[in-house]
Every structure is written in C-alpha cells, then in structure tokens.
C-alpha cells in the first residue's frame, strides 16, 4: 500500500509523491509529470511526515526510543501507548512528561501536523513499486497510460518516462528488477502477455482449491482413521490435491 499526501493544484490536476519524488497528476487526461521547482510548504512537511512516521489508513504512528504515540483517525485521538493522552497539547504533554526532550519538539509538531491533515492522506491504488537489490522501479497505471521511474541504486541515476505500450512497461520492470508485473499490469497487456495473465489467473484459482481441500482435510485429522468413510474422504481429498499440483506444474512450465 502506497500512501502519498495530495494537494489540489487546480480543477484537474493534483500533486502526490511517492517516495520522496513529487508528481502533478492530471484526473481528466490520465497524465502525469515529474515536478521540477518549488513545492507547496504545507506538502512538503507531509511527504517529509510519510518518512518519520508510520501511516496504515487508520493510525498514523510514531515510534521514539521504546515509547509509542499514535493518532487514531477516526476517533481523533492521541494516545501513548495504549493509554488516550487527554491532555489539550499533544507537544507539551509529551514533552512534560519527560518522553521526548526539547530537541524533538519539530518532529512532535509534524506529527500533529501531520494528524490535523490525516484527510490529506491518500492510498495511490495506481501505483505499485518494484524492487531489486540494485534498481527500484516505480510503475504507474493511469488508464491507458503507464508511466515508469527507474533508481539504480549504484549511480543514484533516476529516470522517469512514459512506457509505449503495458508490454514496454512488463519488460523494462523485468529487465530492471528482475520481478513479474503481470499482475498489475493484466489488463492493459496484449498478445503473450495476455495470455501469460489468464495462466496465472488459472494457477491462482488452483491455488485457492488446493488451500480448501487442506483446510477440509485438517478437519478430518481428529476423526477416527478406523471408518470407512473417513478414509475414503481423506483419501478422495489427497487425490484431489495431487491432481491440482499436477495441474498447476503443468501450467508453469508454459509460463
């Protein structure tokens, strides 16, 4: 789950970041750019937020030393560890209470900051980060148009582009990284690539079938072995899931 602060630039363009790397995306073309220049004060402070702080969509968290604060979102609340910090002063308090020092007073105001504009927070459901040892890739599906950012992590080279086609896009992340983007890129690619998805699609469902039938045969484990129909089901439910893995080995070699 990628999560990125926004900030509405005008009626059709917003600006995200992912990691660290800001972006305008345009909502009505499905374009997007890199942005080079200055950046609103108030996004900055929460991209720089994202960093120090630990967001999952309903907390956001903060760890210091072997203290934990965090702010419930929905009830808008802070608390210390499990405890509600009732206190009017989220800074003060923690500050008065010996668990951070003046030094780290900054850090406890953009944890505030960053708890007042929790509804600035968005989950980027059309991003997916691909990594490897040496290079990260960061691919972006905006309806028909996908876009990549390349980071090798040797040279710190960063490159952002747009990718022709689904299937560019499906061999430079593999060349990069060495990772399968199949999945996420499934409905935009064409010729054996489509094909490669609806393989992968069956190996899925395999998958899920085989991961019943254990689930079935553990209820069985407690059942008396000495009855007929208790070992013809296990043994039914054994056969079924040799069956499967045969099936799916099958599949994979034509991957």
Do not use: C
């Amino acid at each position: 789950m990628i999560i990125s602060p926004f900030f509405q630039v005008n009626e059709s363009e917003i600006l995200v970041a992912v990691r660290n790397i800001a972006y305008t995306v345009n909502v009505e073309t499905n374009e997007m750019k890199e942005v080079e220049g200055s950046l609103p004060a108030q996004f900055l402070s929460l991209v720089e937020a994202l960093n120090k702080f630990e967001f999952n969509g309903k907390e956001i968290k903060w760890y210091h030393g072997v203290n934990r604060m965090s702010y419930n979102i929905e009830e808008g609340k802070y608390f210390l560890g499990n405890s509600e910090i009732l206190s009017e002063s989220f800074v003060n308090h923690i500050t008065a209470a010996g668990i951070i020092r003046y030094a780290d007073k900054p850090t406890a105001e953009l944890f505030v900051e960053a708890a007042n504009n929790s509804d600035k927070f968005i989950v980027l459901d059309f991003v997916q980060t691909f990594e490897s040892k040496l290079n990260t890739v960061d691919a972006f599906l905006l309806g028909e148009n996908i876009y990549l950012t390349t980071f090798n992590k040797s040279t710190r080279i960063q490159k952002f582009q747009q990718a022709k086609n689904a299937n560019t896009a499906l061999e430079v992340i593999t060349e990069k990284t060495g990772l399968d983007a199949t999945a996420f890129l499934a409905e935009s690619l064409e010729g054996e690539a489509a094909e490669r998805v609806i393989v992968l699609k069956k190996i899925e469902d395999l998958n899920e079938m085989i991961h019943f039938l254990k689930d079935q045969r553990n209820l069985l484990a407690d059942a008396d072995r000495s009855i007929e129909e208790i070992k013809a089901a296990d043994a039914l439910i054994e056969g079924e899931i040799k069956k499967f893995e045969a099936e799916i080995a099958s599949h994979r070699e034509n991957l």
